[in-house]
T-cell receptor, first 111, second 116 residues
C-alpha cells in the first residue's frame, strides 16, 4: 500500500458526460501528479499541483482540468467525454523533489 | 525533450534464473533521476528501484539491481533469483532534477513472464 488513495476504482459513463476523479496524497506530501495510461499512448503526465498551486502541465486536454484543495486532496475533472478518454488514470504524490508513489488508479470506461 | 526507450516489449525468464531488462534515455541534463516501476496484473504502479545520476554506485534493492551507464545513457534492471511474483510490466522512468516540474517520463514498458 503506497498510502495514496484514489476514488472511484472504476467508472463507466457515456460520451459527452463529465466525471470527477479524486486523489488523497500520502501524509505529508505536498505534490500531486496526474497520469493517464492508455493502450495507444502509454503512460503520460497530465498535470502537477504543489501545495494548492498548479506547477506543471503536460499533455492535458482542454476538456480536462484539475485542482488541489487546502487539505491537499486533488480532483481531476474530465468533461465532454469521448471514447478515446477511456484509460487508467493514476494519481501520484511526493514531497516536492522526492520519489513519486502511485495510487491504485481509476479505470474509466466511456461507452 | 527527454525520451525513454525500452526496446524489449516482452521477455521471459525461468523461475530462479536472472533476467536483465534494458532501458535507454535521451537528455541534455547532467543531473536527473531514473526509476524502475513494476505494474503487476492488479495495475498498481510499484516503485522497484531509484538511481540518482550523480551517484556512480549502482542502486540495489534485494534481488533487484541496476547497471547505470551515464555516458551511454543506459539504465538496465537486473532481477536475480526470479520469482513467479515478478511477472509484470516493468517501466523505466526519467525525472529531471533541479527547479521546475518533476514529472516522470516513462518508456513503453517490458512485459516480463516468469516460467515455473
Amino acid at each position: 500500500d503506497s498510502g495514496v488513495t484514489q476514488t472511484p476504482k472504476h467508472l463507466i459513463t457515456a460520451t459527452g458526460q463529465r466525471v470527477t476523479l479524486r486523489c488523497s496524497p500520502r501524509s505529508g506530501d505536498l505534490s500531486v501528479y496526474w497520469y493517464q495510461q492508455s493502450l495507444d499512448q502509454g503512460l503520460q503526465f497530465l498535470i502537477q499541483y504543489y501545495n494548492g498551486e498548479e506547477r506543471a502541465k503536460g499533455n492535458i486536454l482542454e476538456r480536462f482540468s484539475a485542482q488541489q484543495f487546502p487539505d491537499l486532496h486533488s480532483e481531476l475533472n474530465l468533461s465532454s467525454l469521448e471514447l478515446g478518454d477511456s484509460a487508467l488514470y493514476f494519481c501520484a504524490s511526493s514531497p516536492l523533489s522526492g520519489t513519486q508513489y502511485f495510487g491504485p488508479g481509476t479505470r474509466l470506461l466511456v461507452l | 525533450a527527454q525520451t525513454v526507450t525500452q526496446s524489449q516489449p516482452e521477455m521471459s525468464v525461468q523461475e530462479a534464473e536472472t533476467v536483465t531488462l534494458s532501458c535507454t534515455y535521451d537528455t541534455s541534463e547532467s543531473d536527473y533521476y531514473l526509476f524502475w516501476y513494476k505494474q503487476p496484473p492488479s495495475r498498481q504502479m510499484i516503485l522497484v528501484i531509484r538511481q540518482e545520476a550523480y551517484k556512480q554506485q549502482n542502486a540495489t534493492e534485494n534481488r533487484f539491481s541496476v547497471n547505470f551507464q551515464k555516458a551511454a545513457k543506459s539504465f538496465s534492471l537486473k532481477i536475480s533469483d526470479s520469482q513467479l511474483g515478478d511477472a509484470a510490466m516493468y517501466f523505466c522512468a526519467y525525472r529531471r532534477s533541479g527547479a521546475g516540474s518533476y514529472q516522470l517520463t516513462f518508456g513503453k514498458g517490458t512485459k516480463l513472464s516468469v516460467i515455473p
